[in-house]
């Protein structure tokens, strides 16, 4: 590995790690004001919208570099949501609250990621109506 390469992974290793330290802690602000499960529930969801809005404008569209993408994808919403967490509460709580908890999340983290992705497309379509392509 040469100078370049080491010097390059090392700062992709600093991006994303603060990108996790922010995750982190807005993780834990989250929760603190709404409770545990709401917490979970609500940076779930939206880490969800965001990651499909990042990953479709990063991978589709090309607006988003490599770390940007790197710093919000991996470090920021990697850090802001949580499936240790959903899965320990949702272990913790009886029964019937633990399935509702389940359905909630796989549901509504999968609705954030489309809609993330269909934020994106509104954007790039209303972008093409207005210069006219």
Known sequence: MNDNSSTERALDLLIIGAGGFFGAISRFMIAGQLGPA?????VNVLGSILLGFLM??????????????????IGFLGSLTTFSTFTVQTFQ???????FNVIANVLLTLGGVFAGRGIVVYIVKKGEERSGL
Do not use: D, H, K, Q
């Not at 709401?38 to 609500?42: A, D, F, H, Q, Y």
């Not at 709580?93 to 399935?99: G, K, R, T």
């Open 93 to 99: 709580m009886p029964l019937v609250e633990a399935v």
């Open 38 to 42: 709401s917490g979970t529930l609500v």
């Open 56 to 73: 479709y404008n990063s991978e589709y569209l090309g607006y988003v570099s490599p770390r940007i993408r790197m710093f919000f994808g």
